[in-house]
Antibody, heavy 121, light 107 residues
Framework: QVQLQESGPGLVKPSETLSLTCTVS??????????WSWIRQPPGKGLEWIGY???????NYNPSLKSQITISLDMSKNQFSLKLSAVTAADTAVYHC?????????????WGQGTTVTVSS | DIQMTQSPSSLSASVGDRVTITCRAS??????LSWYQQKPGKAPKLLIY???RLQSGVPSRFSGSGSGTDCTLSISSLQPEDFATYYC?????????FGQGTKLEIK
């Protein structure tokens, strides 16, 4: 059974960098059938796609966040990570990692439970 | 960016009802459309991908269809566990964009 688990600090100060890690079990981030995404949901609002990384290291980011985002892979730990720089209160959200499949027309079939990140001084 | 407009934003229905939710894309998406169900405090769950293909393990009362820029999600006979918020998402162009959500409530 494939599982994804987000981890990272729940509180980040404005202007600092938010860093989250997604640990994958039951699959490998080097599996070429899948890509590995981050999605966020501000309190009481809808879903926003942040970006994804493929096992080759190739990435695609949401242009609205592109200047702030870095997504990376650590195959030795079977993890992928998100860094979001220069955060503001608008970056307060539940952050989910998810697995997407090209066979699914890029639909995301496995999600982490999400981790709440609050940006506040 | 491709804008995804869902309708209705909210919907009240009873157990056993058939309901339909619509998602309209601002440009063609070639059936690169997924539907998700989200319950409070939980991660979204993939129901439908490629506009009409049922994700493994999802009950057959859920179905999807797509034509041009319009896609629909139908639930043939609502069950108590189906009351949730539903989102569509296009994965045809970067950035992948979601609809604003449809909250399905018990009447």
């Amino acid at each position: 059974q494939v599982q994804l688990q987000e981890s990272g600090p729940g509180l980040v100060k404005p202007s600092e960098t938010l860093s989250l890690t997604c640990t994958v079990s039951g699959d490998s981030v080097s599996n070429g059938r899948f890509f590995w995404s981050w999605i966020r949901q501000p309190p009481g609002k809808g879903l926003e796609w942040i970006g994804y990384i493929y096992y080759t290291g190739s990435t695609n980011y949401n242009p609205s966040l592109k200047s702030q985002i870095t997504i990376s892979l650590d195959m030795s730990k079977n993890q992928f990570s998100l860094k979001l720089s220069a955060v503001t209160a608008a970056d307060t959200a539940v952050y989910h990692c998810a697995r997407g499949a090209m066979d699914n027309y890029y639909g995301m079939d496995v999600w982490g439970q999400g981790t709440t990140v609050t940006v506040s001084s | 960016d491709i804008q995804m407009t869902q309708s209705p934003s909210s919907l009240s229905a009873s157990v056993g009802d058939r309901v339909t939710i619509t998602c309209r894309a601002s440009q063609r998406i070639n059936n690169y459309l997924s539907w998700y169900q989200q319950k409070p405090g939980k991660a979204p769950k993939l129901l439908i991908y490629a506009a009409s293909r049922l994700q493994s393990g999802v009950p057959s009362r859920f179905s999807g269809s797509g034509s041009g820029t319009d896609c629909t999600l139908s639930i043939s006979s609502l069950q108590p566990e189906d009351f949730a918020t539903y989102y569509c998402q296009q994965t045809y162009n970067i950035p992948y964009t979601f609809g604003q959500g449809t909250k399905l409530e018990i009447k």
